[in-house]
């Protein structure tokens, strides 16, 4: 059915442990099923065991939800919905069972893009961009204690991206028993839409302007890894990962960004045309060579008879031939004056002009 879609799905996804913890608790899946497209991002907590289990365990819940006969005809809200109540329910069973994971829990981002129509469902502080005509517009809020303290006005936005406790959640996956998600369905999909899902710790470190820049010059493959590594090059200090889907036709531009290279903070991209300028300037260099040459052997006359040009040797042979036409000019005048005289006026060393050189040897 996919084939048959005037707009093409495209998508890509990467995810990374960063460079300060060993094991990375952040999940994601992508999966197909009819005319649907399931995108998912959970970024787990609770120690070591508990985060990597408690962000497994919603995807694979989104997974058999979806993959079970009715995920692909059930409706899209009443689906987004089981897939998080089950989740939860999950990881509070198992905290249940094994006391060790207890306070386990995971944000958990769920897309589902239907033809023209996207839904999505949210838990966390993950995030859920659209990106459309080049600006990166969230489609989620965080379920942070910050958060909250921005919108009821005890905090500008520039403090809280800064508050220690930005990472603090007031809504997670396996927390409690009367959890409520945040469900949008069936928004309208445009012809080059964007959709990225991220855990924080790429939003943490790379704004959203940026995300943009990225999302809509790459190809989506190339995007998550740019913007993975961009979080990298800024520190790494949470897991990272990102999902980009694409809904449209592709664009020109993805080729050339394709040669583009991410720089340190300040300077976020640069274009690279090394292959393109180094092969002008071999030609330019050849050009000039040839043309030095060319000059330099048709002025001093020097250059080796077989291989000069033939525009060089008729040049030559015609300054050749008005030489000799002027000197039998003058000796044919010369002899009109005075009687005729074997010596050539063309040598001067015969002619009585210095007296004053030969004066001096006597
Ligand atoms: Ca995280």
Known sequence: MAER???????GRESDPGKVREKNEDDFGYFVGGDRRLLVVADGMGGEAGGQEASRTAVATARRLFEAEDGTTRPVRDLLEATVAEANAALLARQDVVPELKG???TLELLLIEGDRVSW???GDSRVYRVRGGVAERLT???TRVQQ???GGLLSPEEAAEHPQRNVLSRAVGRAGNLSPDVVVDEPILD???FLLCSDGLCDLVKDDEIAWFVDRCEPQDACHRLVRLALDRGGHDNTTVLVAY??????VWKRASTLIVLPPGAPVRRVRSRKIAVRAVGL????????WAWLSYFSGSGPGPERTTATRKALDKREREKAAAAKDAARKAGAKKTPSPVPEAVPEASPAAPGRNAKRK
């Open 104 to 106: 386990m829990g995971t």
């Open 247 to 252: 809904k449209g036709r592709p664009k020109s």
């Open 141 to 143: 809020k965080d379920h």
């Open 5 to 11: 879609d005037p707009l093409p799905l495209r998508f």
């Open 121 to 123: 469902a949210h838990v």
């Open 285 to 292: 260099l050849a050009v000039v060579l040839i043309g030095a």
């Open 192 to 194: 080059g839409d964007s």
């Open 149 to 151: 303290m921005l919108e």
